[in-house]
C-alpha cells in the first residue's frame, strides 16, 4: 500500500516557477517508479514526467527543458520543478507510483500506474 501526498501548488504569473512535492508513505524509497501527471479541465489526465526506480527520467514534448522531477528516496519525496510556466501548464497535477516496477509500460501513461495521489492546483496566468 502506498500513500501520495502532494503540495506545491498554487497561482502563479506566465514566466514563473512551482516546485511540486510528493510525499510518499508505505511502500517507498527506491523501489518505485514514479511520475506526474496533469489534467486541465474538460481534457484527459496526461503524463508530463517520469522517473525510474533507477533515476531515469522521461519528459513529455511539452515540457521538455522547463520541467525537472527528482526523487528523494531518504525523504520518501518526489518533486517536479516547473519553470518558465505558460498559462496552458495550468492544471490539476498528479503524483503516481507504480509498486510493481513494470519497467516495460511507457512511463508517461496512465495505466503505468496503481496508485495516485490527490492532487495539486496550478494555475498559470497570462
Known amino acids: 500500500q502506498v500513500t501520495l501526498v502532494e503540495s506545491g501548488g498554487g497561482s502563479v504569473q506566465a514566466g514563473g516557477s512551482l516546485r511540486l512535492s510528493c510525499a510518499a508513505s508505505?511502500?517507498?524509497?527506491?523501489?518505485?517508479?514514479m511520475g506526474w501527471f496533469r489534467q486541465a479541465a474538460g481534457k484527459e489526465r496526461e503524463g508530463v514526467a517520469g522517473?525510474?526506480?533507477?533515476?531515469?527520467?522521461t519528459y513529455a514534448d511539452s515540457v521538455k527543458g522547463r520541467y525537472t522531477i527528482s526523487r528523494d528516496n531518504a525523504a520518501n519525496t518526489l518533486y517536479l520543478q516547473m519553470n518558465s510556466l505558460k498559462p496552458e501548464d495550468t492544471a490539476m497535477y498528479f503524483c503516481?507510483?507504480?509498486?510493481?516496477?513494470?519497467?516495460?509500460?511507457?512511463?508517461?501513461?496512465?495505466?503505468?500506474?496503481?496508485?495516485w495521489g490527490q492532487g495539486t492546483q496550478v494555475t498559470v496566468s497570462s
Open positions: 522517473i525510474s526506480d533507477n533515476g531515469r527520467t
Open positions: 503516481a507510483a507504480d509498486s510493481l516496477l513494470r519497467r516495460w509500460l511507457p512511463p508517461l501513461e496512465v495505466f503505468s500506474y496503481n496508485y
Open positions: 508505505g511502500t517507498t524509497g527506491s523501489s518505485l517508479r
